[in-house]
């Protein structure tokens, strides 16, 4: 869609990349993740998975917006989305994952030692 004016701040807004997950042998086939994408990125597959369901595809890799739709809408937690990270903070590839990995942990870490009180 084109619109006739521009936001003042469009080249400061960056659009939110993500990566979907699909765990094929929980999916049930019931498509909810297909219907409801907003970018169209997924459709069910032509191969069946071991319950005998076909399971989603995603066929416009890239698209992903990291709405996370499909994944609170999934009544089997079948399909997850992860956020891409951008490569203009100055990291990238493989020092990102580690700092992400490194962030995780941490949390990890805080979250047992609030539980072990």
């Not at 701040?9 to 939110?16: A, C, G, R, S």
């Amino acid at each position: 869609m084109k619109y006739w004016r521009t936001p003042l701040d469009h080249d400061q807004v960056k659009i939110p990349r993500g990566e979907v997950h699909i765990i094929v042998d929980r999916c049930k086939g019931c498509g909810f993740c297909v219907e409801y994408c907003p970018k169209e990125i997924l459709v069910l597959s032509d191969e069946f998975n071991k319950k005998g369901y076909h399971p989603p595809k995603v066929v416009k890799d890239g698209e992903c917006v990291n709405c996370n739709l499909c994944e609170m809408i999934c009544p089997d937690f079948a399909i997850y989305s992860v956020a891409v990270p951008d490569g203009d903070d100055g990291l990238e590839g493989e020092s990102a994952a580690r700092t992400d990995e490194a962030a995780r942990t941490s949390e990890r870490g805080d979250a047992t030692k609030g539980e072990s009180r």
